[in-house]
């Protein structure tokens, strides 16, 4: 990576169309309204939905952290 490159994925779309993708996930909005709940294992499914997504959107921003950003000080950049 050359000295002048700076990693800032937050003005990447990419970054923000997954982020959009996965927060309209996690909201049951797409569930029907009404009639029978399905429960699985003691919980709506809508929940589980929600949780597996959620854990999705962790997962997703803790990778961006760790591979995205370059979080190396300037000095410690030099020291290379």
Do not use: H
């Not at 779309?13 to 399905?38: C, D, H, N, Q, S």
């Not at 939905?49 to 959620?54: G, R």
């Amino acid at each position: 990576m050359e000295k002048n490159e700076v990693k800032e994925p937050i003005q990447q779309k990419w970054i923000w169309i997954g982020v959009v993708l996965m927060m309209l996930a996690i909201v049951p909005w797409y569930f029907p309204r009404g009639g029978e709940i399905t429960i699985i294992l003691g919980f709506p499914a809508w929940a589980l939905v929600s949780l597996f997504f959620s854990l999705i959107l962790c997962g997703y921003l803790s990778w961006l952290c760790v591979n995205q950003w370059n979080i190396v000080e300037d000095m410690e950049e030099d020291r290379k």
